[in-house]
């Protein structure tokens, strides 16, 4: 090791900032986050570093630095763009055996800053001793995204219970592998999950020997996007590599599946038009049964489980049963594919709502409250409307809206193989016919649609102009 990673407790001490520009607020700030009381060096100040000023998070000597400045100070960073006032700053500071950090130059510190995680208790630090401080900040990026937030959670709990767990275990192995147990469990998803109660009635009865070793099963609703695995939330992520079984839908694509961990059990469920894999209530019993036999269920549903994806009566068929269950939303298809797509839903100047509905075909009938949704400055979203798109269109002039009003059907949105057929109501049945489009598509109609050539900004491989 080229460095020794130390935690240094800086809470109410004094800390001194040698600079008043924009790297001398960022390094204040973190001081400052970790309860320091931080003294400002500088002639003058930036505005952020002023703004603290005026709201007395700190104090500023509107001077040049000396070696007096450094009475009583516990820590020291030079932040100045002068090598000579870093250099003072730095041999001062090493001559009273106090730690110094020169900003941007590792050989005039005693100290360096890491790239930090911040989980507070929970703290990890990076570095790459100065070597290559992008790549620590890289490593630190991809952590982000794995290290849920509510860690800090976690180890507030284990806080609290320290002391029961420590009378109740006098030898220390006994309480490491009750805390291993414990954090291995149900207990840690349900801190991630929000379920506060649920989470310290585990712990007492853990403690109090009322939880045998079989672990209880769980459902995960996950909402998978519109396709492309860029735009999965950290927690489904998180999920999707810890499940035991995975039930998935036909819209969960190729790229977002093989994010899953690898062991776990794959069942398909997808449904199309008049095929069912499984019927929605063989899904919901299907669920249950796993959930059971104590696996970690993860029910993986395209778009949002909550918008036209049937993920509310299947958390009904759980709660029934007392399974315990957790939602994750999803970027839902209206929103993902229009954003790809280059047409945002609403416009000050083309639309003031935005209203979805599915266009699911029954008995050569497409089902809609056609009034409400033929109203001007709107725009409709048609999830499911690929087959009934002449209907769609036939109708929506029926009740009133233009012929030439604008109106585009977007086929795999947000992938790679993203195509757009865009018209009006009057020629798109025509056009989506021409272009062979084929399911999962989204319909949206309104003035918005005009905005698409001007606003497209994503270039998949195949994409269509019409």
Known sequence: MDYLPIFINIRDQKCLVVGGGKVAARKTMLLQKAGGCVTV?????????????????????????????????????????D?????????????RHIPVNVV??????????????????ILIAISSSGKSPVLARLLRAHLETVIPQAYNRLATYAA?????????????????????????????????????????????????????????????LVGAGPGNPDLLTFRA?????????????????PAILDMVRRDATRIY??????????????????????????????RLKGGDPFIFGRGGEEIETLSSH???????????????????????LTHREYAQSCIFVTGHFKNNRVDLDWPALARPNQTIVIYMGLHGLPILCRQLIAHGLSATLPAAIIQQGTTQKQKIVDGTLQTLPDLAAAANLQPPT?????????????????????????
């Open 83 to 95: 090598d000579k006032i870093n250099q003072q700053v730095s041999q001062a500071a090493k001559s």
């Open 237 to 253: 992520m998180r999920l999707m590599q810890q499940a035991d079984v995975v039930v998935y839908d036909r819209l969960v694509s």
């Open 322 to 344: 007392h399974i315990p269950f957790q939602v994750v939303p999803g970027i839902t298809a209206a929103s993902g594919v229009a954003s790809y797509a280059g047409i945002p």
């Open 160 to 220: 609290n219970f320290r002391e029961q767990v420590k009378k109740h275990f006098s030898h220390p192995e006994k309480r490491r592998i009750f805390w291993e147990k414990v954090f291995y469990g149900p207990f840690s998803e349900m801190v991630f999950a929000g379920k506060d109660r649920a989470a310290q009635d585990y712990l007492v009865q853990a403690l109090q020997g009322e939880i045998d070793d079989v672990s209880t099963g769980e459902v995960y």
């Open 41 to 81: 060096i500088a002639p003058t100040l930036d505005e952020s570093l002023n703004e603290q000023l005026q709201q007395k998070k700190l104090v500023h000597c509107a001077e040049f630095f000396h070696d007096d400045h450094l009475d009583d100070a516990a820590l020291v960073i030079a932040a100045t763009n």
């Open 269 to 298: 469920a997808g449904k199309k038009r008049n095929v069912h894999t499984l019927t929605q209530e063989s899904i919901n019993t299907l669920l249950v049964r796993l959930a059971k036999e104590g696996k970690r269920v993860l």
């Open 442 to 466: 989204l319909i949206i109609v309104g003035d918005v649609v005009r905005l698409r050539q001007k606003l497209a900004w994503f270039e998949p491989v195949h994409e269509s102009r019409q």
């Open 104 to 121: 941007d130059n590792p050989g005039l510190c005693s100290f360096i800053m890491p790239a930090i995680v911040d989980r507070s208790p």
